[in-house]
Every structure is written in C-alpha cells, then in structure tokens.
C-alpha cells in the first residue's frame, strides 16, 4: 500500500525544511544534529535493501508519480514520515541536478571505537569527498567492513560522499574524528600504507592475513606517525607517473589483497 502524501509545503521557512537544507550545505550542522541526507532513488533504495531506518522522506509533489517513487513508498516502514515539497520549493533546497526529486533524512551512526583485529580501511586525512566515497564503495566490494576516519578525512556520512559511495556506507562500520593515537591505540593488525620511499612492490607482499591499509591524504600522503609504525609499499609505476590519485590507489591495493586471497 503506498503512504499517502502529506499537505503541500511551498514556504521556505518551514522548520524541516530549514534543516534539511542544512543538512545538505553544512558539515556542522550534521555533526551537530547527526543527521544527514540520502539524495535520488538509488541511494534510498540502498538504505531500504538492508532496512535503514528514515528520520523523514522528502517528495517534489510532482514525483509522487513517478514508478520509482511509487515503489519507494510502497516498501516504507509503516508511519514513516513523508513531507510533500512544491516543486519550487524543493528544486530551491535540494544539491543534485534535475532527476526524481525524493531525498530522507537519515540519522549518522557514531559506533565507538573497539579493538580491530580484522581487515579494515584507515583514511588518513583523504579530503576530498568523492575520493573517500570510491574508497568506501571499493572497501564494501572486497568485503572490508571496518573503515576508519582521522579528524580532517572528509566526512563518510555527507550528502556528496554518499553519493560517492554509492550507499556503501550502509554495509560498512565507519568510524569517524579519530586521532592517529587512537588508531595505534586500537587497530591490532599490521600496517601497510603506500609509499614513494621504497622499492619494495606490491607484488612482493604477501597479503593474506588481515591488514590495515592506510591511504593518506591527496597531497601530503600518510601522516610520520602512522607511516612509523607501516610496512611501506609501492605501486609499480613503469611510465614514470610522479603519484597515483588516492581512489586509485587504494582500489589496486584492495583488489591485490583480494586477488592473493581468492583467485591464486
């Protein structure tokens, strides 16, 4: 049964409307409320596959027709609230281009940090969001689940970063704000991170027990203190070629790890 829309808003000043669009352009207003939001149909579609609770669904009241939109509603959690936007309204607040206008408010999970001794993923201060959300999507496709964030690593739960991501976020457990300390503190399994000061390739690697892969941020790479206590590894780069982008890089890494342990 699809949920019957709400009374149409058409006044900017409505209070969740102010929020969203809060939501939407300010990092400090998610961290504040901790809330954040999932833009198009794909992105709702992912939450709704493994049962991602909305705070709110968000409809242009000129997409409540559209056979997307109508199976989105269709699979809600009963009494799940739905505000009915203007056109104008919604065109005025929402960040993607012209598409199907439905977007949710979704709450931002903030798990606490325990001993990881399993595969996991460290963003060391990787600021671009599209960067980190190729990342998240890779790290899901190859089955590690633990992702963990330091303090100026793009934020994993952003409007723009969820769409990089593709909803990958979803299936993960991404853990956010961290200090390098608190990574040393609390990941038990070995090290290794990119870098250009040595010869040792990849290849060379034996990558079939857990690792934490380190990719450090787009211009300084890998912070001393992490890199300090990491096995260094290159990525052969036979035409000369100063760096690889960070996504790049830490896909070939994963997809090595993988290779060496499923397709010998």
């Known amino acids: 049964m699809v949920a019957n829309p709400t009374e149409l808003i058409t006044s900017d000043k409505n209070t969740t409307v102010k929020l969203v669009k809060a939501l939407l352009t300010q990092s400090r207003q998610r961290k504040k409320q901790g809330q954040t939001v999932a833009e198009g149909v794909h992105l709702i579609d992912a939450a709704l596959r493994i049962d991602y609770p909305f705070v709110q669904l968000l409809v242009a009241a000129s997409a409540h027709d559209h056979p997307e939109v109508q199976q989105i509603l269709t699979r809600l959690p009963t009494h799940t609230p739905i505000l009915t936007l203007s056109d104008p309204l919604y065109e005025s607040i929402r960040s993607l281009g012209k598409g199907i206008d439905i977007m949710a408010v979704i709450n931002t999970p903030m798990p606490s940090l325990a001993m990881i001794q399993d595969d996991c993923l460290i963003l060391n201060d990787v600021q671009d969001n599209g960067n980190v959300g190729t990342l998240l999507r890779t790290a899901a496709a190859v089955g590690i689940k633990n992702i963990l964030c330091t303090n100026a690593t793009a934020q994993a739960w952003s409007p723009k970063t969820l769409r990089a991501g593709m909803g990958a976020q979803f299936?993960?457990?991404?853990?956010?704000?961290?200090?390098?300390?608190?990574?040393?503190?609390?990941?038990?399994?070995?090290?290794?991170?990119?870098?250009?000061?040595?010869?040792?390739?990849?290849?060379?690697?034996?990558?079939?027990?857990?690792?934490?892969?380190?990719?450090?941020?787009?211009?300084?790479?890998?912070?001393?203190?992490?890199?300090?206590?990491?096995?260094?590894?290159?990525?052969?780069?036979?035409?000369?070629?100063?760096?690889?982008?960070?996504?790049?890089?830490?896909?070939l890494c994963l997809y090595e790890t993988l290779r060496q342990r499923h397709y010998q």
Do not use: R
């Open 171 to 251: 299936t993960l457990t991404i853990y956010e704000g961290l200090s390098t300390q608190d990574i040393l503190d609390n990941v038990q399994t070995p090290l290794f991170a990119t870098s250009s000061h040595t010869d040792t390739v990849i290849y060379q690697h034996d990558l079939k027990k857990p690792i934490a892969w380190v990719m450090g941020h787009e211009g300084q790479g890998v912070c001393d203190e992490l890199m300090q206590c990491a096995t260094p590894i290159a990525l052969p780069q036979p035409n000369g070629q100063e760096s690889l982008n960070v996504a790049i890089a830490g896909s």
